[in-house]
T-cell receptor
Framework: AQSVSQHNHHVILSEAASLELGCNYS??????LFWYVQYPGQHLQLLLK??????LVKGIKGFEAEFIKSKFSFNLRKPSVQWSDTAEYFC??????????FGAGTRLTVKP | DTEVTQTPKHLVMGMTNKKSLKCEQH?????MYWYKQKAKKPPELMFV???????INESVPSRFSPECPNSSLLNLHLHALQPEDSALYLC?????????????FGNGTRLTVT
């Protein structure tokens, strides 16, 4: 089965700083890739997804991610974070039908 | 607000109790999921239903018994649970069966086993 690694467990940034969260997966075949966000006390929500086409995908709230097949990576970026971006971020991979696996998550704290 | 509704929001049960968690969606999604999430951990896949048939069971103990009565409803029947089963139980649904569609999550049921 596929697996997902997120390198950063807890990231602390000041407002307006740039963000990059790492995500690597292990699976030899075709994958569908996702980033989800969980704001405090809220349900998991989709930030963005990739399954084909342009490897640079844009999501909600100014987030984007780049799929690099040769590196098995799907890193999440945002040029300038806001206090409201404080949340838990999960990378997820779906390598076979409906088998969505999540990484361990990265907790982002943005200081005002 | 989420379009996947889970009830109850909180549940406390003893180890000898039988209870059920319920999940409902009216988006016409044909895949429904149960995940378990412990504090500060990612969601762990438990079960997947596709077109009301169980398609994935991640070696979940038999004290958890899923049921999909129709395309909108998903239940998780609980019996003889252990304290370590205390967690947030998340229901999700997705539109397609090829893995392209994202999951839509409910708010979860926070289960405490005493």
């Amino acid at each position: 089965a596929q697996s997902v690694s997120q390198h950063n467990h807890h990231v602390i940034l000041s407002e307006a700083a740039s963000l990059e969260l790492g995500c690597n997966y292990s699976y030899g075949g075709t994958v569908n890739l996702f980033w989800y966000v969980q704001y405090p006390g809220q349900h998991l929500q989709l930030l963005l997804k990739y399954f084909s086409g342009d490897p640079l995908v844009k999501g909600i709230k100014g987030f984007e991610a780049e799929f690099i097949k040769s590196k098995f990576s799907f890193n999440l970026r945002k040029p300038s974070v806001q206090w409201s971006d404080t949340a838990e971020y999960f990378c997820a991979v779906n390598a076979r039908n409906n088998d969505m696996r999540f990484g361990a998550g990265t907790r982002l704290t943005v200081k005002p | 607000d989420t379009e996947v509704t889970q009830t109850p929001k909180h549940l406390v049960m003893g180890m000898t109790n039988k209870k059920s968690l319920k999940c409902e969606q009216h988006m016409g999604h044909r895949a429904m999921y149960w995940y378990k999430q412990k504090a500060k951990k990612p969601p762990e896949l438990m079960f997947v239903y596709s077109y009301e048939k169980l398609s994935i069971n991640e070696s979940v103990p038999s004290r958890f018994s899923p049921e999909c009565p129709n395309s909108s409803l998903l239940n998780l029947h609980l019996h003889a649970l252990q304290p370590e089963d205390s967690a947030l139980y998340l229901c999700a649904s997705s539109q397609d069966l090829q893995g392209h569609s994202p999951l839509h999550f409910g708010n979860g049921t926070r289960l405490t086993v005493t």
